[in-house]
Structures are given as C-alpha cells and as structure tokens.
C-alpha cells in the first residue's frame, strides 16, 4: 500500500459545479497538509496548507482533514475552466529529520465550460 | 523574482553522457527538496537538505545521482551515465522549517530528455 493514494481521474466537471478532490493516507504521523495545483509542463503551485485535523478556506477553495478516517479533501466552489489542472495532495510529518513531503499521483480535472 | 529558480529548464542529452542541475531556492529558506515526476504520476521524493546537510536519499537515488548543497544555498544535482529511464522533470522545492511552518514551494523543474 503507497503512504499516499489519490484517485488520478481524469474528473470532468460543468463549469460552476462544486468540485471534490480527495486523498488518503496510511502514515498516521502526518500532520501537514498541502494541495497543490499543476498545470501542464510547470512546476506544482501551492493552493492550500493546514496543519492537524479541520477546516480551511481560501476564496473558493477550502480544504478538510479528517486524521480519524486518514482523510483529506479539497472542494472548489463555482468551478471555472481555469481551474482545469492536476490537482496533487501532499502530506508530512511532525518535525523532526523524517519530515520529508510525500505526494499522491495527482488528480486530473478538465472544466467544462 | 523572489520565487525557487531551475536552471535549465530543458535538457536532451545523450545516453551515457553526465548532466548537471542548479536550483536557487527562496533566500533564507533553510529547506530544500528534490523531486522527480514522470508523466502522469505525483513528484517523487529523491532527497533533501536542511541547510546544507542531506537529510535523506531516496532508494530511487541511485549510485549514479549525487546531490549538494555546499554552502546551505543553492544546490546541485548531477547525474552521471544517463540512461533513458532518467527522463523526467527534475524538481526544486524550498521551505522555512521554523517551528509548524512547513510550506515548500516548487521551481519550474528542469525537463530532462535522455535519447
């Protein structure tokens, strides 16, 4: 079983739905969170970071941790077609010298327009 | 530009030749990390330094990868004797690990061709 598991689509959405991405893990000692976004032949763009288990939200974008259930999630609200990317969890552990950030495969998502 | 910076951004090499990246990583950031990313899949972890020690190789380092990172600023990753399963994007990422902060932000990677 890979540390990280996340679906790699490809997710095909209308433009304006609400859009769920997700990712889980076997690590019980991750307690960073990230998502990144990654267009076509660029380097990963960070979108969100939380820290330990709950709720944060940026604009349309809010990311869920549910340590419990190993569990993490993002949701775009009114999904536009400039958010057709693929979208990467990644996650790490406490600090200490084995904190190096592992990374799902990455989810594609076309919008629709 | 205050971002990570790689350089180059393109490199088709030879089978068997050696190559040489360069990553500047965001001034003060005491983290660095390399990655490599096929296509279709997640970047995968190959090492990383705080300051200017390495922290930790990856078991997809292979005998023919080094890394540096001689003065705790930019950093180097050179591959000698390539082989074309070296194809890749070779990625850069820099962090301040300073307490929960943990944030890394990626460069454009350096795009690898081996023929």
């Known amino acids: 079983q890979k540390e990280v598991e996340q679906d790699p689509g490809p997710l095909s959405v209308p433009e304006g739905a609400i859009v769920s991405l997700n990712c889980t893990y076997s690590n019980s000692a991750f307690q960073y969170f990230m998502w990144y976004r990654q267009y076509s032949r660029k380097g990963p763009e960070l979108l969100m970071y939380t820290y330990s288990s709950g709720n944060k939200e940026d604009g349309r974008f809010t990311a869920q941790v549910d340590k419990s259930s190993k569990y993490i999630s993002l949701f775009i609200r009114d999904s536009q077609p400039s958010d057709s990317a693929t979208y990467l969890c990644a996650m790490s552990a406490v600090p200490n010298r084995d904190d190096k950030i592992i990374f799902g495969k990455g989810t594609r998502l076309h919008i629709l327009p | 530009d205050t971002g990570v910076s790689q350089d180059p951004r393109h490199k088709i090499t030879k089978r068997g030749q050696n190559v040489t990246f360069r990553c500047d990583p965001i001034?003060?950031?005491?983290?660095l990390y390399w990655y490599r990313q096929t296509l279709g899949q997640g970047p995968e972890f190959l090492t990383y330094?705080?300051?200017?020690?390495?922290?930790?190789k990856s078991r997809l380092l292979s005998d023919r990868f080094s890394a540096e990172r001689p003065k705790g600023s930019f950093s180097t990753l050179e591959i000698q004797r390539t082989e074309q399963g070296d194809s890749a994007m070779y990625l850069c990422a820099s962090s301040l690990r300073q307490g929960i902060n943990t944030e890394a932000f990626f460069g454009q990677g350096t795009r690898l061709t081996v023929v």
């Open positions: 001034s003060e950031h005491n983290r």
């Open positions: 330094f705080q300051n200017e020690a390495q922290l930790e």
